[in-house]
């Protein structure tokens, strides 16, 4: 990971500036609490959509639109952000939008208006998306290098963190404070982090020489681009995919884009996100096991809590707290162990163990019934949060440590792609798949279900007995109805049965990329024999700190 000396200005890449800001881990906790915030923000508003749609007397469509341009327009930012903070420096580009963020999160629960309300929210996920890209390239320019790997640990937990404590939190603010508080802890917490952005960077000139030559066109094209098609995959579950025109225009015209943005950088003299950073074997790799990552980690941000809301018929603050004691908390003592092992073993063995965990939990949940409750899904979240500790912050530092520093701003953009695309297309997925799984698995027992076939009828006969003792004029009639939604929830539990193999088969494609990954160039991320320090490390600090 050394720094190319024939590198060009227009695309510099961090280095470790450790004395630059007069307090630098006022920096470095500004940007975690800002990735802790979006992610946080954006999971509360998926998980208290059904509270915010009753709370705003919005229909279903209105609903899914809402949350669409909450994080849609977090994506049309988050890529350029990293370039942005480089030439404008962190205090613009995350101090000033913090505050106004915490505006709009006080104003956004008064409004009624719905145009009014979209274009806020719309706003609102902007000046979200500026909290998080910036992150990497703020904990190598102010910290030392031996503090990285912790920082860096921090960032990359904060994605299973806030899928395990964010169900029990929207339950703890919907049943005590108030559904306006899902917006409202921006309120609180956006101006701190304002404050550490001021106390923990210093006052940079504006970067004239990157902003003459900026490459705005790529910027916009990109951003658009995959807003787009984020738009049209969030939508597509709902309208139906190709059978909708505006499902097929926002992803065709999304397409589109993306593709004149892969002209644009092949043409422009000096582009902002030139895609040839990908074409390293090890980089390639690691983005691609990022991406099944995030799709096996579904098993835990998707399939548990909402089997527990569908089948078991639990509300978010009665589920949250298998997530929050069995998922969120063991992570306090996992991240460490994680750390240690990182500095002393190749990544490629800590991403093996961390998806073996997924594959296991997957494996696992295959085995569920309509009669699991919630305590029966205790060891798949422990070995699910084992997975999420021992496996995204690895597969990081495997791209960083093959990542030339040269072009970090241009590798910035793509992992917040895989990050937030990789995430959406996962959703969309697990929701589709879900959805038609369902329906062949109700057809399916619907043919072992006909009228007049004597286990059917026995059936009918002891529901009915059951019914008429409530009155014998509906009684045949909830009858048939229970029988039916009997048939309905085992057809979802047998979807939920098919969403877990493909997550543990997504976890054994992810081993299998892994295995290709090849060994790392010497760099800061070198693990280093037990109790040993090397020299090579010892010269890098001191060159660059």
Same mark, same amino acid.
């Given at each position: 990971m050394? @720094?190319?000396?024939?590198?060009g200005?227009t ?7 450790g004395g630059?800001?007069a307090? @630098? ?6 940007v975690l ?6 992610n ?7 998980v208290?959509?059904p ?10 469509d209105e609903g899914?639109?809402l949350s669409?341009a909450a994080?849609g327009?977090?994506?049309l930012?988050? =890529? ?10 962190l205090?613009r580009?995350l101090?000033? @939008? ?5 505006a709009?999160s006080?104003i956004? #629960?008064f409004?009624?208006?719905?145009p009014?309300?979209i274009?806020?929210a719309?706003l609102h ?11 990497l ?6 910290l030392?290098?031996r503090?990285w790997?912790?920082?860096i ?6 994605v299973?963190f %806030?899928l395990d404590?964010?169900?029990?939190l929207v339950g703890?603010?919907?049943e005590h ?9 921006? !309120?609180?917490?956006?101006p701190? *982090? %304002?404050l *550490?952005?001021?106390?923990g960077?210093p006052a940079? #000139?504006v ?11 790529? *910027?916009?094209?990109?951003g658009?681009?995959?807003s *787009? ?5 969030d939508?597509?579950?709902?309208l139906?995919? &190709?059978?909708?025109g505006?499902?097929v225009?926002?992803l065709g015209?999304?397409?589109v884009?993306?593709v004149?943005f +892969?002209v644009?950088?092949?043409?422009s =003299?000096q582009?902002?996100a030139?895609?040839n950073?990908?074409f390293?074997?090890n980089?390639?790799l ?8 995030t ?9 548990? #809590?909402n089997?527990?809301a569908t089948?078991?018929q639990?509300? =978010? ?5 298998? &997530?929050l !004691?069995?998922g969120?908390? =063991? $992570? ?9 092992? +990182?500095?002393h &073993?190749d /990544? ?9 965990a ?7 949940g295959?085995?569920?019934?309509h009669a699991?409750a ?7 979240v422990?070995?699910q ?11 990081i ?6 990542s030339? /520093?040269?072009r ?6 793509y ?7 990789? %995430?959406e ?5 697990m929701g ?5 799984r369902?329906?062949v698995h109700s ?10 076939d004597?286990?059917?009828?026995r059936?009918?006969q002891?529901?009915t ?8 004029g509906? %009684? ?7 029988l ?9 539990v047998?979807?939920?049965l098919?969403?877990?193999?493909l ?7 992810a081993?299998?990329?892994?295995? &290709?990954i090849t060994?790392?160039?010497?760099g800061?991320?070198? @693990?280093? #024999? $037990?109790?040993?320090r090397t020299?090579? +490390?010892r010269r890098?600090r001191?060159?660059?700190?």
């Amino acid at each position: 990971m050394a @720094p190319s000396e024939n590198a060009g200005e227009t695309d510099r890449g961090p280095l470790s500036r450790g004395g630059l800001a007069a307090h @630098p881990l006022f920096a470095v906790g500004a940007v975690l609490l800002g990735s802790f915030l979006a992610n946080f923000d954006s999971r509360l508003t998926s998980v208290g959509l059904p509270d915010l749609r009753g709370a705003f007397s919005l229909g279903f469509d209105e609903g899914a639109w809402l949350s669409t341009a909450a994080i849609g327009s977090q994506i049309l930012i988050a =890529p350029a952000v990293a370039w942005l903070a480089t030439v404008f420096g962190l205090r613009r580009v995350l101090g000033v @939008p913090s505050l106004v963020y915490a505006a709009l999160s006080l104003i956004i #629960p008064f409004v009624r208006d719905y145009p009014t309300l979209i274009v806020l929210a719309i706003l609102h996920g902007m000046l979200l998306g500026t909290f998080v890209p910036a992150t990497l390239m703020i904990i190598f320019r102010n910290l030392p290098i031996r503090w990285w790997l912790p920082a860096i640990s921090i960032y990359a937990i904060r994605v299973g963190f %806030a899928l395990d404590t964010s169900t029990s939190l929207v339950g703890f603010y919907v049943e005590h404070l108030g559904w306006q508080w899902l917006y409202w802890q921006g !309120v609180v917490l956006a101006p701190l *982090m %304002a404050l *550490m952005v001021y106390l923990g960077t210093p006052a940079e #000139p504006v970067n004239r020489t990157l902003l003459r030559n900026a490459d705005w066109g790529g *910027m916009l094209l990109l951003g658009s681009a995959v807003s *787009m098609i984020y738009a049209g995959l969030d939508q597509g579950n709902r309208l139906d995919w &190709l059978q909708s025109g505006t499902v097929v225009a926002l992803l065709g015209g999304g397409a589109v884009l993306f593709v004149l943005f +892969l002209v644009n950088e092949a043409l422009s =003299p000096q582009p902002w996100a030139h895609f040839n950073v990908l074409f390293s074997r090890n980089i390639g790799l690691s983005l691609a096991v990022i991406l099944l990552y995030t799709l096996t980690s579904l098993s835990n941000a998707s399939l548990v #809590p909402n089997f527990l809301a569908t089948i078991t018929q639990l509300r =978010p603050e009665q589920s949250g707290s298998l &997530l929050l !004691v069995y998922g969120a908390l =063991p $992570l306090i003592v996992l991240v460490p162990l994680s750390i240690w092992m +990182l500095r002393h &073993l190749d /990544p490629r063995i800590v991403v093996v163990l961390g998806l073996g965990a997924f594959a296991a939990a997957n494996l696992l949940g295959t085995q569920l019934t309509h009669a699991w409750a919630r305590e029966d899904f205790i060891v798949i979240v422990l070995l699910q949060s084992f997975g999420q500790a021992f496996t995204l912050l690895p597969i990081i530092i495997l791209a960083l440590s093959n990542s030339d /520093p040269a072009r970090a701003t241009s590798f910035a953009a793509y992992i917040q792609i895989m990050r937030l695309g990789g %995430a959406e297309i996962g959703v969309a997925l697990m929701g589709t798949w879900l959805r038609v799984r369902e329906q062949v698995h109700s057809a399916y027992l619907g043919l072992n279900i006909q009228s007049g076939d004597v286990d059917v009828a026995r059936a009918l006969q002891r529901l009915t007995g059951y019914f008429a003792s409530h009155g014998t004029g509906l %009684a045949k009639a909830r009858a048939v109805g229970t029988l039916a939604a009997q048939v309905q929830r085992e057809a979802n539990v047998l979807a939920y049965l098919d969403a877990f193999w493909l997550c543990f088969w997504l976890a054994i494609a992810a081993l299998v990329l892994t295995a &290709l990954i090849t060994r790392a160039p010497p760099g800061p991320f070198s @693990p280093a #024999p $037990l109790g040993l320090r090397t020299n090579w +490390l010892r010269r890098f600090r001191a060159k660059f700190t």
